[in-house]
């Protein structure tokens, strides 16, 4: 089982996201996504998205939003992967050269259309509703197969 992170840094209706291409066996090669990682030993959640966010794109944020949790059955080696969401609004500083992709600000709008997981422009736009979703998504062979998803005001 693995704990990580999935984090949104907001900002004038754009979203940060990261191109990953730059690391060898990546599960998630070639996809955008939003910054975050595995939770370290004795780390929080919050803890986890405020380093991860920092160490990927240099920003240090404040006040992370969580807005869900995310269940992967199998998702990668036949590990499942749970995963808190959260939205960050308040941050500082500036983007550096990240070793995991390329990171580029993008239109809200136009996040539907990047090559994201299949199942990502399902939860995407509850990001900026109240409350919180807990979903689950089951992939094989890196397709969605399945999901389910349930929103608590």
């Not at 910054?35 to 370290?40: A, D, R």
């Not at 998205?49 to 869900?68: F, H, N, T, W």
């Not at 390329?102 to 509850?126: A, H, K, Q, Y």
Request: hydrophobic content about 35%; proline content about 6%.
């Amino acid at each position: 089982m693995k704990l990580a992170t999935l984090c949104y840094v907001r900002r004038d209706g754009q979203t940060l996201m990261i191109h990953r291409v730059k690391k060898a066996n990546d599960m998630h090669q070639g996809k955008w996504n939003g910054l975050g990682g595995k939770l370290n030993p004795g780390e929080s959640p919050e803890e986890c998205a405020v380093r991860e966010i920092y160490e990927e794109s240099g920003l240090r944020v404040r006040d992370p939003q969580l807005k869900g949790f995310l269940t992967f059955p199998a998702f990668a080696k036949d590990e499942d992967w749970y995963v808190f969401v959260y939205v960050v609004k308040d941050f500082e500083g500036k983007l550096i050269d990240s070793p995991e992709g390329d990171l580029r600000w993008v239109d809200d709008t136009e996040l539907p259309s990047l090559n994201l997981w299949e199942g990502d422009p399902i939860f995407l736009p509850w990001l900026e509703k109240p409350g919180v979703f807990s979903g689950k998504f089951i992939y094989k062979d890196g397709r969605l197969i399945s999901h389910e998803i349930v929103y608590h005001e």
